[in-house]
């Protein structure tokens, strides 16, 4: 018999419309444009934009997907019969799951690939320096610590926020955000994932439906931040101050990914030392005239900054020589680092304090030096028991993650953005031109009349492989769970567990990355037999090491479900309770059986968790006296 391949696309039914968080895209497969589909090489194609056309609003701050994620934001996916009468196959959690699979299933080519196709960008990009000469001396080079403990010059090396979402240029007076074009595989997908090789008869299922939720933006997105190299410190994160990004954060005074501002004594928040943040150089008045490098005066309209560079704070400070380095963005707003102690220019006395409550209207390079506009604000006139608030030349400038909120002024004592305050931050991306691409294999007429009549019959069925996702609530501070697992599926080959941290979602916060927080150790019981005989101890892998027995059932429980293991570097970081239930492709009969996992802690469970139990089974489509059957 002769085939031959064509592509036909088909488009969602809003057209090329623009989707937001939490909104469903449904896309109609007709099955007389597409009887047969060969799968694994047809995709989803759409444009993702880290901002929303529809209101012309961008992000204030430099958001990308989370890189766990890569460009795919969906949470939940829904295949139906092409009359919505029947559901095919249902996808939950799929943002946990790709996680996962990301985790493990790619090496560097992997992660090469993803960049390309789905958007991958990395959370910390390195700083952009601009080519030089290979001695260390003008005020474009920094200083890199090497091996040798000596500094040299590194040329042009493409960091700083520069990427495939934004459009970095000297000049900026719009949001630089630009529309990325990202390809979709499905792969966590049985019926159309890329991985299956059989041909899907969309002509017998009368066409299918595919339905895709958007994930929410404090899910998808995560703020990116720039890193330099500094000779004897080690990397340091600059333009948002101290940040944690993790549900708690030891030696930080802040949780639940949070943005501290403040420099007092005693706690890690010193400007000076960690060089998290920008140095104040000069501004504009409210006439919008650019003046002279001096203190700004108390109760003083101004209309802009300008930010220091290398040559401006040879020790104080990190110096901003490129705009491609500059957290700020048209949209932001800033805190600013008043000197409250009369200390003179110097970031160790200087509370950040005031929210500039402008929305930046312009980033500029000009004259080696950044300079941010802004509609007019006023400086403040007295803090409390303060006599001044002086804005010195040298106090901070840090990019604020909300534009909500106002500190205490009156001691120097700790600020930051609380969660609430960061959960306003109206973080954003949109979706659209989705389309599916069908790669249509075309065979002779009589070809798929038989086949039809097959169906109808109920000689030919459609089996393909996918994911259930079980899911059970741990409250805090229960250090013994056994979890009831329920399942009526008859050929299943693995079982792989993930917990969930149940906590406020903000652009700072890792929403995908399980807790290993007092884990001890975990064990499957299969209708009541221990599997495997002895509990399986995670106390190694807690607190970053790692347990042999731990990786072998992790192992096996990935290969059993056809998640390539590219990557065991760090497994700790992504702990994962794992069980194959069959060996070698070869499967178990759940039904009616008792499926439980007992998962132990020691000393405290700090968190609420929601475990993800991802059972990766058979499912088969037929026909039963002419009604469309899917069995399990």
């Known amino acids: 018999m002769s085939t031959s391949n064509r592509s036909v696309t088909f488009n969602s039914d809003r057209g090329n419309d623009i989707y937001t968080e939490s909104q469903r895209i449904i896309i109609n497969v007709s099955p007389e444009s597409a009887p047969l589909i060969n799968t694994s090489d047809s995709y989803l194609m759409f444009s993702l934009l880290m901002a929303n056309d529809k209101t012309g609003a961008g992000n204030p701050n430099y958001c990308i997907p989370d890189p766990l994620l890569g460009g795919c934001p969906f949470s939940n996916m829904t295949v139906r019969s092409g009359d919505n009468s ?38 910390v990009n390195k700083e952009f320096v601009a080519g030089n000469t290979v001695v260390p001396a003008a005020a474009t080079t920094r200083n890199w610590a090497t091996s040798a403990a000596t500094d040299v010059a590194i040329p042009n090396r493409g960091g700083g926020f520069k990427s495939q979402f934004y459009n970095i240029r000297d000049t900026m007076l719009d949001d630089c955000a630009r529309k990325t074009q990202i390809m979709y595989r499905f792969p966590m997908s049985g019926l159309l994932g890329s991985m299956k090789t059989e041909l899907l008869p969309n002509i017998i299922l009368g066409g299918i439906t595919i339905e895709l939720t958007l994930l929410d933006s404090s899910r998808f997105l995560r703020v990116q931040d720039v890193e330099v190299d500094v000779v004897g ?5 600059i333009g948002y101050g101290v940040t944690s990004r993790t549900a708690s954060a030891t030696g930080i005074a802040i949780s639940g ?53 290398t040559a401006d704070t040879p020790a104080l400070g990190y110096g901003l020589d490129s705009i491609q380095n500059c957290s700020i963005k048209v949209g932001s707003k ?61 106090n901070p400038v840090i990019c604020s993650l909300t534009s909500a909120g106002t500190p205490t002024f009156a001691t120097a004592a700790t600020t930051f953005n609380t969660v609430t305050e960061l959960t306003t931050n109206l973080a954003r991306y949109e979706v659209s031109n989705v389309e599916y691409v069908a790669n249509v294999v075309e065979t002779p007429q009589q070809y798929i009349e038989t086949m039809v009549q097959q169906a109808q019959s109920g000689q030919l069925k459609v089996q393909f492989n996918t994911y ?5 609530n741990i409250s805090r501070e229960a250090l013994s769970n056994e979890m009831l697992l329920p399942t009526d599926n008859q050929r299943c080959f693995s079982l792989l567990g993930v917990n969930e941290i149940l906590q406020t979602q903000t652009i700072l916060t890792d929403s995908i990355s399980p807790s290993s927080a007092n884990l001890r150790d975990y064990i499957f019981i299969l209708d009541g037999i221990r599997t495997p005989n002895q509990a399986v101890s995670l106390e190694r892998m807690a607190v970053g090491r790692v347990n042999a027995l731990a990786m072998i ?15 065991l570097r760090n497994p700790s970081k992504f702990i994962t309770i794992g069980r194959r239930l069959g060996a070698y492709g070869s499967s178990v009969n759940l039904l009616n059986k ?25 499912k088969m489509i037929q026909f039963s006296n002419g009604q469309l059957m899917v069995m399990s």
């Open 86 to 123: 029947t559901v095919l196959e249902q996808l939950d959690s799929m943002d946990i799951w790709q996680g996962l699979k990301n985790y493990y299933g790619n090496n560097s080519n992997d992660e090469q690939l993803q960049r390309i196709y789905e958007g991958k960008c990395d959370l």
């Open 468 to 472: 259930d996702d079980i899911r059970v």
């Open 553 to 567: 059932e992790t192992e096996k429980a990935l290969l059993e479900s056809s998640i390539p293991l590219k990557d």
């Open 594 to 618: 008792t499926v439980k996992c007992r998962v132990n802690y020691s000393g405290s469970q700090p968190l609420s968790l929601l475990y993800h139990f991802f059972l990766y089974h058979t």
């Open 334 to 394: 800033m805190r600013v680092g008043y000197d409250l102690t009369n200390a003179g220019p110097n970031r160790a006395g200087a509370v950040t304090g005031g929210l500039i409550n402008s929305v930046v209207t312009s980033v500029e390079f000009i004259n080696s030096r950044v300079h941010v506009r802004f509609q007019s604000f006023t400086t403040i006139a007295a803090v409390a028991t303060v006599t001044t608030g002086v804005l010195t030349v040298g």
């Open 257 to 309: 990914g949070q943005q501290g501002f403040t420099q007092a004594a005693a706690t890690v928040h010193a400007y000076g030392p960690d060089k998290r943040c920008y140095g104040y150089y000069t501004y504009y008045n409210a006439a919008g005239a650019l003046q002279g490098t001096t203190a700004i005066p108390a109760g003083t309209a101004i209309t802009g900054l300008v930010l220091e560079n």
């Open 233 to 237: 410190t080690g990397k340091i994160k």
